[in-house]
C-alpha cells in the first residue's frame, strides 16, 4: 500500500512474513493471558497511596489520557499515548495525582466533607450536563457516565472529594496580602521610563569607503572561518518521482470544458463594482435623525460612533454589492467617497452609512482565463492519472523492482540530491513535507516505497550513502566568502566609527551632527523601537541619565545617549492599575508556594506509596 502524507513510514511486508507475525503474536497473547496480562482493568486496581487515600488504577489512565488529549490540541496534531510519555506527561499527572490524594487524605484526617446539598448544587451548574433550556440534562449525564465507566455513586463521590479539597485549598491558599515595600518597589522599577536619542550608523556614516579584499585576505579569512564556509553531513538521496507539475504539460484540454468552466465560476472572472462601507445603527429613527443632524452640525463621524459605545472595526462592513445593503444599496453606491448618507433602512434598524472607499467594477475574460484554467483542468487531470498508477508502482516496488526500473518501465523521472536533515534544500522536491519526512526517517536497509504527495504526485527514495561534511573548495566558496568578509569589515568599521562618535560627543559634541538621530521621548522597558535588536532596552534602563554607549548586534551599530529617566508615576489611574496587577500576582506566588509547601508536608507525612509494575501495566494497555 502507498504511504500518503498521514501514514507513519512503514516497509513493505510479504504475505507469508504478515502470516508469521500474526501467529507469534496470537500465540504471545495465549501464553500471557495465563500470567494476567489481558488488560489492566482485571488485574490492576491501585497504582499507589499517599497514606490511607488510593491512587486508583482508572484515575490514573483517566487523567493520562486527559492530559494527552490536552497535548494534542497543544501541537495541533494527535499525540499517542507512548509520545506523550517520552515528554515525561505521566510524571506531571502522577505529581497532580499524588497532590490530590495526599489532600483527599488530609481531608479525611480532619473531618472534612460537604453535604448531598452542595454536590447536588454543583452537579446541575456543570455546562456538560446543561439542556439546552439551561435546566438539568438527566441523558447527558448517564450518557457521561456511560462514556468514563462510572457509577453515578462513584461519580458523585469523586465531586464530593473535588468540592472539599477545593475547600482545603482555599484554606490553606487565601488571605495573603502583597508586602507594600515589594509592591511598590516592584511597580517603582517596572513604571520607569526612559527618553533617548539614537544614532544609527550604516556604510554611508563611514569617513571612507570599505577597500576591496585581496585575494590573500580572502584566502585568510576563509581559513579562520573554515566553519563559515562547510558542507554539513548529508544523506545521498535517489529518488523516482511522478509530479502533477510535470505530468500536466502532456494532458489535453478541451476548449468546450474551459468555456463552461468559466460560465461556472464567472462570479470569479466578472465582479460588479463595490464599496468599502461603515454602517452606524441606531435603535430607532429620531436617534438616527439627531445623530445625522449633529454630523452635519460639524461632530464628527468618528464621535458619533464613540457616542454609540462602538469602534470603526466594529462596524467596518468590509467592501460589499450593492445588492447586499438591501434598501440601502442605491443610496450608498451614488455617494461619494468618504460621504455619509442616511439614515436608511438595514435589517438591524436605520443606519448612516459612511462610504470609505470605491472599488470598480473589474472582468477577467475568457481569453484572459484561459490560461489559468487550462492549468487547473491539466493538473487535475494529472492528479487523476498519478492516483490510478500509484498501486502499479506499489506493486512493483513490491516485487522488487528498483529506482531505475520505475525510470525505464514506468517514466517516472529519476534525480539524486544530498539532503540535509532538518534543511529544506534549494531542489523542489524538497518543498514536499512527505519527502523531506520520509528523507529524515530513512536508513540504509530500507526498502523503497510509493509516497503519496501532497499536490497529489507520488515519489519513492533511497538512501545510497552518508556524505560526511566537508569543507568548500576555495575557489567554489571564494563568492560566498567575499560577502562575509565584506559583513565582517563594514562591522568593525562601524564599531570603530561608533567608538569615535561616543568619544566626540562625550567630549561636548551634538549628537545631530553626525547624522540623523532617532528620538524617543520616552518608553517602558516593554518598549520596542523597529528595526532594533532586543538587548537595546535593556541596556538603555541600565544607563544613567546623560551617558552615551555604543549599542552593536548582528547587522545593528548604534550611538545611544540617554536624555531622561522618568520615574513611575505614583497616582492616577494607571498606576492603581500596574500596582494592583502587582500585588496580584505577589499574592498568587505566595499563595502558590505556601498550598506547594503544605501539600509537601503533607506528603511526606502521610507517606508515597508508588506501585511502578502498575504504572506500567497501565501506561502498556494504553497504546
Request: aromatic share 6%.
Amino acid at each position: 500500500m502507498a504511504k500518503t502524507p498521514d501514514d507513519e513510514p512503514k516497509r513493505p511486508k510479504s504475505k507469508v512474513k504478515e502470516t508469521a507475525v500474526w501467529v507469534m503474536v496470537g500465540m504471545l497473547i495465549v501464553g500471557l493471558g495465563g500470567f494476567g496480562v489481558t488488560g489492566f482493568n482485571s488485574t490492576v486496581t491501585r497504582i499507589g497511596s499517599v497514606g490511607d487515600t488510593d491512587i486508583t488504577a482508572d484515575e490514573y489512565a483517566r487523567a493520562l489520557q486527559a492530559q494527552v488529549s490536552a497535548f494534542s490540541q497543544q501541537f495541533s496534531q494527535q499525540i499517542t499515548v507512548q509520545e506523550a510519555l517520552a515528554f515525561g506527561v505521566d510524571k506531571q499527572v502522577l505529581q497532580d495525582l499524588i497532590t490530590r490524594a495526599a489532600l483527599d487524605n488530609e481531608a479525611h484526617r480532619l473531618g472534612l466533607s460537604v453535604g448531598d446539598e452542595i454536590v447536588a448544587s454543583e452537579l446541575m451548574t456543570l455546562d456538560r450536563f446543561k439542556a439546552a433550556s439551561g435546566g438539568f440534562d438527566r441523558g447527558a449525564y448517564s450518557n457521561f457516565l456511560d462514556r468514563n465507566r462510572l457509577t453515578e455513586t462513584e461519580y458523585e463521590t469523586n465531586l464530593r472529594r473535588d468540592i472539599s479539597r477545593e475547600v482545603l485549598q482555599g484554606a490553606v491558599g487565601g488571605g495573603f496580602a502583597a508586602p507594600k515595600p515589594m509592591t511598590d518597589t516592584l511597580y517603582t522599577w517596572a513604571a520607569e521610563r526612559r527618553g533617548f536619542s539614537m544614532l544609527r550608523l550604516a556604510e554611508g556614516d563611514l569617513a571612507a569607503p570599505l577597500a576591496e579584499p585581496t585575494d590573500v585576505e580572502l584566502k585568510a579569512h576563509y581559513d579562520a572561518h573554515l566553519d563559515r564556509f562547510t558542507k554539513p553531513e548529508a544523506k545521498r538521496i535517489t529518488y523516482a518521482a511522478l509530479l502533477p507539475d510535470v505530468v500536466a504539460k502532456d494532458q489535453p484540454v478541451d476548449d468546450a470544458m474551459l468555456q463552461e468552466m468559466y460560465q461556472d465560476r464567472i462570479e470569479e472572472f466578472v465582479i460588479p463594482e463595490r464599496r468599502i462601507v461603515e454602517r452606524l445603527v441606531y435603535p430607532d429613527l429620531a436617534t438616527a435623525d439627531a445623530a445625522k443632524a449633529k454630523l452635519d452640525g460639524g461632530t464628527s463621524f468618528e464621535d458619533l460612533v464613540t457616542e454609540r459605545g462602538l469602534t470603526l472595526d466594529a462596524i467596518d462592513l468590509g467592501d460589499i454589492a450593492q445588492d447586499e445593503l438591501g434598501e440601502a444599496g442605491e443610496a450608498v453606491f451614488a455617494a461619494a467617497e468618504g460621504t455619509v448618507v442616511g439614515p436608511l433602512p438595514s435589517d438591524l434598524g436605520p443606519a448612516l452609512f459612511r462610504v470609505v472607499a470605491l472599488l470598480a467594477a473589474e472582468e477577467t475574460t475568457f481569453d484572459e482565463a484561459r490560461d489559468t484554467l487550462a492549468v487547473e483542468i491539466r493538473t487535475d487531470a494529472a492528479r487523476r492519472l498519478i492516483a490510478d498508477r500509484v498501486e502499479e508502482i506499489d506493486n512493483e516496488l513490491a516485487a522488487g523492482a528498483t529506482l531505475e526500473d520505475l525510470q525505464n518501465n514506468l517514466g517516472l523521472q529519476l534525480a539524486t540530491l544530498d539532503f540535509v536533515p532538518g534543511q529544506q534544500g534549494e531542489a523542489a522536491i524538497e518543498g514536499y513535507p512527505a519527502f523531506r519526512a520520509a528523507a529524515e526517517a530513512v536508513q540504509a536497509d530500507d526498502f523503497a516505497e510509493a509516497i503519496v504527495l501532497d499536490d497529489g504526485g507520488v515519489v519513492a527514495l533511497r538512501l545510497d550513502e552518508i556524505v560526511p561534511a566537508a569543507p568548500i573548495p576555495f575557489d567554489e566558496a571564494k563568492e560566498r566568502v567575499a560577502e562575509d568578509w565584506r559583513k565582517d569589515a563594514l562591522a568593525k568599521a562601524l564599531s570603530a566609527r561608533a567608538v569615535e562618535i561616543k568619544s566626540a560627543i562625550e567630549g561636548g559634541a551634538a549628537i545631530g551632527g553626525f547624522g540623523i538621530v532617532d528620538v524617543t521621548p520616552e518608553t517602558a522597558r516593554s518598549g520596542y523601537i523597529d528595526g532594533t535588536p532586543d538587548s537595546l532596552m535593556p541596556a538603555v534602563f541600565k544607563m544613567a541619565e546623560g551617558d552615551v554607549q555604543v549599542i552593536e548586534a548582528e547587522g545593528f551599530v548604534a550611538v545611544v545617549r540617554l536624555d531622561r529617566i522618568q520615574p513611575a508615576a505614583m497616582e492616577g489611574a494607571d498606576a492603581e492599575a500596574i500596582t494592583a496587577s502587582i500585588a496580584a500576582q505577589i499574592e498568587q506566588a505566595i499563595a502558590t508556594d505556601a498550598f506547594n509547601a503544605f501539600t509537601n508536608s503533607l506528603t511526606a507525612g502521610a507517606g508515597i506509596t508508588l506501585d511502578q509494575a502498575a504504572i506500567n501495566a497501565v501506561n502498556s494497555s494504553m497504546n
